[in-house]
């Protein structure tokens, strides 16, 4: 049996496990509450049954990291994220169902994204049976930009910042810019796919706090990371960067929208262009012209964000619309006053003389 089917196996014994959590009845609560102390709501199930569905977890748990151990050492990458989807003090019967469940489709999910990386290593590793063995094939750079569909907006703009580089759809994929994304009509899981296998891929990670919440994301960044390819990492402004923890290591250097300043920014995203050209083999672009492609591209990301009062960034669109009008600020002023009906003219000027 190779690695990949006992990993497999792995996957399938935990389907028993997962129909006995389901049988789980909660049992009444017999715990007497204080006067004016509301129940949390959480379900109680029997203490005997929820213990023994814990030791086949914990003998799940125990056989599978036996498994990767042997296929990949203890301690390797693929291990430490099994282990960390492994609870080590659990409440036994508060909330029970939910909670066991969720560990075990934790690591079960673990367990899949391993599988499809080493398949994939396995692929691209393995000489098509039509290719010349030969032949000295150089697969072709591509510039692939990872994130998630709520970036949109992000990413349009900055693949339009490297266009002006020049860069195009033979080097650069994105799959939420057409002339950069998937063809109509093509499957964007196969065509991610052949991203991997058919270009020598460096990848940007465009980082927000919904990233990580996207299964496609995930995927990407386990490929990536099993196959070594070179990538760089921007954070945007939303991004909640306690959701980097086991994901993306803390000590790479990144380019931040949230935290680094204008200057830095500035400096980092040029040393980005210089890397990316000499990865596709594009040459030079002018400063100058750079510099008016980047404002251009910071106007285009700053245009729906504004500072409201609290400092918090908000969208435009949730503030209320302005309104022009011809009439002179002193007239403006005079009818406010006059609604207020606290002072004249007079006392305003008194009140406010001291900051002239």
Not at 39 to 57: A, F, H, L, N, P
Not at 73 to 86: D, K, M, V
Not at 258 to 281: A, Q, S, T, W
Not at 293 to 299: K, L, V
Request: proline share 3%; glycine share 4%; hydrophobic share 35%.
């Amino acid at each position: 049996m190779n690695c990949i089917e006992a990993i497999q196996r792995q996957i399938d014994d935990a389907s028993p496990i997962l129909e006995r959590i389901a049988s789980l009845v909660p049992v009444p609560d017999r715990s007497f509450l204080a006067p004016g102390i509301q129940s949390t709501g959480k379900k109680r199930y029997d203490k005997v049954m929820v213990s023994q569905i814990e030791e086949q977890i914990n003998r799940w748990q125990y056989a599978t990291k036996a498994v990767l151990a042997t296929c990949f050492r203890a301690g390797s990458e693929h291990y430490r994220e099994f282990e960390h989807t492994i609870v080590e003090h659990r409440d036994f019967n508060l909330d029970a169902k939910q909670d066991l469940t969720n560990e075990v489709n934790s690591g079960r999910s673990v367990l899949s994204a391993i599988i499809e990386a080493e398949s994939l290593k396995i692929e691209i590793q393995s000489p098509s049976i039509s290719e010349d063995v030969n032949a000295d094939k150089k697969k072709c750079p591509l510039i692939f930009i990872s994130h998630c569909g709520k970036q949109k907006a992000f990413v349009k703009a900055l693949v339009e910042l490297f266009e002006s580089c020049g860069f195009s759809g033979d080097n650069m994929f994105c799959s939420s810019v057409p002339g950069f994304n998937i063809d109509e009509g093509e499957d964007i899981v196969d065509t991610l796919r052949k991203k991997f296998v058919d270009y020598n891929l460096y990848v940007i990670y465009v980082l927000s706090s919904e990233f990580f919440d996207s299964s496609y994301c995930m995927n990407e960044v386990g490929t990536a990371w099993v196959l070594q390819v070179a990538n760089s990492i921007i954070e945007t402004r939303d991004l909640d960067e306690a959701k980097i923890d086991g994901v993306i290591s803390k000590t790479k250097n990144r380019i931040s929208f949230k935290n680094d300043d204008d200057d830095i920014l500035y400096d980092k995203m040029i040393e980005l262009r210089n890397k990316i050209l000499v990865f596709v083999g594009l040459g030079d672009v002018s400063e100058s012209n750079w510099r008016r492609y980047y404002d251009n591209f910071q106007d285009k990301i700053n245009k729906n964000i504004v500072v409201g009062i609290s400092g918090k960034e908000m969208p435009k669109s949730a503030l209320p619309g302005l309104i022009y009008t011809t009439e002179s600020i002193d007239s403006i002023v005079k009818k406010a006053i006059n609604k207020l009906d606290e002072f004249t003219i007079k006392e305003l000027e008194d009140e406010t003389i001291a900051v002239r």
